[in-house]
């Protein structure tokens, strides 16, 4: 996988499929990750009671500059903040999972990219808020970065984003064990995405 996929300033992204765009957010728009501006802000969120199953809520200021500066030096994967009205609301990260751990539970394919993402804590409730940003978070990574599948791990006590990740179309695999947690291995093809947000795409749930 070429490191500058994860460059989202070099151009040439596909554009977004007219039929997605009405389901997409309209003040939200995802820009890449700024060492120098985000970190405070993104460490502030991960020591935060909700963000437990990040599994950074144990980082000072400087470990997480660090973990964020080696992934976007890697060349294996690439970090971009998500705005809600021009202001930093999610956070998506995205990797190749044939350079991670999770790469060695399934035959990785080129096309395939890993994808975690974190939502801040929002000054006030927002009805489907957190499915909105994660309808971005998938947008981006198919059309943007270029994805054929997306690939996640999320850790099987984590009910919420299950849910989630059933309504933008992943289909559940397998419980597989990782370093830091056991994760739920699910994957959602662009076919998948675009008839969720139609409406006429049903997995069922992980038991």
């Given at each position: 996988?070429?490191?500058?996929?994860?460059?989202?300033?070099?151009?040439?992204?596909?554009?977004?499929?007219a039929?997605l765009?009405p389901?997409l957010?309209?003040?939200m728009?995802?820009?890449?990750?700024s060492l120098?501006?985000?970190?405070?802000l993104?460490?502030r969120?991960?020591t935060?009671?909700y963000?437990?199953?990040?599994?950074?809520?144990d980082?000072?200021?400087d470990e997480?500059r660090?973990f964020?500066?080696?992934l976007?030096?890697?060349?294996?994967?690439?970090?971009y903040m998500?705005?809600?009205?021009?202001?930093?609301?999610?956070?998506?990260?995205?990797?190749d999972?044939a350079?991670e751990?999770?790469?060695?539970?399934?035959?990785?394919?080129?096309?395939?990219?890993?994808?975690h993402?974190f939502v801040?804590?929002?000054?006030?409730?927002?009805?489907?808020f957190?499915r909105d940003v994660?309808?971005?978070v998938?947008?981006?990574t198919?059309y943007t970065?270029?994805?054929?599948?997306?690939v996640?791990?999320?850790?099987?006590?984590?009910d919420?984003?299950?849910a989630?990740?059933?309504a933008?179309?992943?289909?559940?695999?397998?419980?597989i064990?990782?370093?830091?947690?056991?994760?739920?291995?699910?994957?959602?093809?662009r076919?998948?995405?675009e008839?969720?947000?139609?409406?006429?795409?049903?997995h069922?749930?992980?038991?």
């Amino acid at each position: 996988m070429q490191a500058d996929r994860w460059d989202i300033t070099r151009g040439g992204a596909e554009p977004i499929p007219a039929a997605l765009r009405p389901s997409l957010h309209p003040a939200m728009t995802i820009r890449a990750l700024s060492l120098d501006h985000d970190i405070g802000l993104l460490h502030r969120w991960f020591t935060m009671d909700y963000a437990r199953f990040w599994n950074m809520q144990d980082l000072t200021l400087d470990e997480t500059r660090r973990f964020y500066a080696d992934l976007l030096a890697s060349g294996h994967g690439g970090a971009y903040m998500g705005l809600c009205e021009g202001a930093p609301a999610f956070l998506i990260e995205c990797y190749d999972p044939a350079h991670e751990p999770v790469g060695t539970h399934f035959a990785p394919r080129a096309s395939d990219i890993g994808m975690h993402f974190f939502v801040g804590p929002p000054a006030a409730p927002i009805r489907h808020f957190t499915r909105d940003v994660l309808r971005h978070v998938m947008a981006h990574t198919f059309y943007t970065l270029g994805a054929q599948r997306v690939v996640v791990e999320p850790d099987a006590r984590n009910d919420k984003v299950h849910a989630l990740n059933h309504a933008v179309g992943f289909a559940y695999d397998r419980q597989i064990t990782l370093p830091q947690k056991t994760a739920w291995l699910a994957f959602c093809t662009r076919p998948d995405f675009e008839r969720s947000i139609r409406g006429d795409f049903i997995h069922e749930r992980p038991a």
